[in-house]
C-alpha cells in the first residue's frame, strides 16, 4: 500500500505564497517522479509541475517563473513553492507520484494525493 500526504493549502491574497509538501510512504522501492496537478471547477485536471528523480523539472507555461517544484529523494517528499499567486490559480492541488514497488517488478504505478484546495482571492 502506498499513500501521498499533502499539506499546505489554503487562503492567500493575490500576489501572496503558498508551499505545498507531499509525502510518499508505504510499499516504495523507488520513485520515477513526482509532481503537482491542479483542477479548478469545469476545467480538466492539469500538470503545474514535475520533478523526476534525476533532477529534471517540467512546469506549466502559467506558472514559469513564480512556481518552483523541489524533492527531498531521501524522505520521498515534493514541495512546490508558489509565489505571486493570482486567482487564476485557484483550483484543488493534488500531489502525484509514479513508484515502482519492488525489486522484482519494475511496474510503475501512478499515486495520487487526496487533493488540497488552494484559493487566490483578487
Known amino acids: 500500500q502506498v499513500q501521498l500526504v499533502e499539506s499546505g493549502g489554503g487562503l492567500v491574497q493575490a500576489g501572496g505564497s503558498l508551499r505545498l509538501s507531499c509525502a510518499a510512504a508505504?510499499?516504495?522501492?523507488?520513485?520515477?517522479?513526482m509532481g503537482w496537478y491542479r483542477q479548478a471547477p469545469g476545467s480538466q485536471r492539469e500538470l503545474v509541475a514535475a520533478a523526476t528523480s534525476g533532477g529534471s523539472t517540467n512546469y506549466a507555461d502559467s506558472v514559469k517563473g513564480r512556481f518552483t517544484i523541489s524533492r527531498d529523494n531521501a524522505k520521498n517528499i515534493v514541495y512546490l513553492q508558489m509565489n505571486s499567486l493570482k486567482p487564476e490559480d485557484t483550483a484543488v492541488y493534488y500531489c502525484?507520484?509514479?513508484?515502482?514497488?519492488?525489486?522484482?517488478?519494475?511496474?510503475?504505478?501512478?499515486?495520487w494525493g487526496q487533493g488540497t484546495q488552494v484559493t487566490v482571492s483578487s
Open positions: 502525484n507520484a509514479r513508484i515502482r514497488r519492488s525489486t522484482w517488478n519494475t511496474v510503475l504505478t501512478d499515486y
Open positions: 508505504g510499499s516504495i522501492f523507488s520513485i520515477n517522479s
